[in-house]
């Protein structure tokens, strides 16, 4: 069974400064996804990352992809109070035809207090 | 609306009873998914669809649980003898397509269910 496992659990940070959330895996996954969930809400994709060392930006996020293929990171900078949410990291694998198949990791609740 | 959308959006149920989650997913969405998140346990995966066949049905947690998917589009999630322990919010998703890395699932705002 591939697990993800994701720090901090909660982060809890002023408006203005900056933070990283971590997703790490003991298995190489074939992509991975961020998603972001508010209450009430389902989650929402951010941004997928296929290839190792991969780079992608979201205004002011910024997603990594480890070169080897086992962990992520999910960088903000300048956090504003909108960017409140909790953060999920989730994973594709390719094993056994169950490319469908997505791994949560227990996700990030971050709250940007003004 | 173009989302996905799931009904109810609460249940309060009392032990032992039955209960049904209904998801409508995006039209045109050939795959369906039925997660549950309980707190702090993350999203945990129950199902897939492909059209109206389930190929894994392997998280699902107990014989307790079934779905099925009619006509290709509406899904439902059939609690039996419901148990303390079913509490969570279920959440369902669809997708154009199966597989693939930038596959994008879409997801429904979940049917929070408590069990007394």
């Known amino acids: 069974t591939q697990l993800l496992e994701q720090s901090p659990q909660f982060l809890s940070i002023q408006e203005g400064e900056n933070l990283t959330v971590y997703c790490n895996s003991s298995?190489?996954?074939?992509?991975l996804q961020w998603y972001r969930q508010e209450p009430g809400e389902g989650p929402v994709l951010l941004v997928t990352v296929v290839t190792g060392g991969e780079v992608k930006k979201l205004k002011r996020l910024t997603f990594q992809f480890g070169d080897a293929r086992k962990d992520s990171s999910l960088h903000i900078t300048a956090a504003q109070p909108g960017d409140t949410g909790l953060y999920l990291c989730a994973g594709h694998w390719n094993s056994g035809g169950s490319n469908y198949k997505l791994t949560f990791g227990k996700g990030t609740l971050l709250t940007v207090n003004p | 609306g173009a989302g996905v959308s799931q009904s109810p959006s609460n249940k309060v149920t009392e032990k032992g009873k039955d209960v049904e989650l209904r998801c409508d997913p995006i039209?045109?969405?050939?795959?369906l998914y039925w997660y549950r998140q309980s707190l702090g346990q993350g999203l945990e995966f129950l199902i897939y669809?492909?059209?109206?066949?389930?190929?894994?049905k392997s998280g699902l947690p107990s014989d307790r649980f079934s779905a099925e998917r009619t006509g290709g589009s509406v899904s439902t999630l059939t609690i039996q003898r419901t148990q303390q322990e079913d509490s969570a919010v279920y959440l369902c998703?669809?997708?154009?397509?199966?597989?693939?890395?930038?596959?994008?699932?879409?997801f429904g705002p979940g049917t929070r269910l408590t069990v007394l």
């Open positions: 039209s045109g969405h050939t795959a």
């Open positions: 998703a669809s997708s154009l397509a199966v597989s693939g890395p930038y596959n994008e699932q879409f």
């Open positions: 298995s190489v996954f074939s992509s």
């Open positions: 669809f492909q059209g109206n066949s389930a190929p894994d």
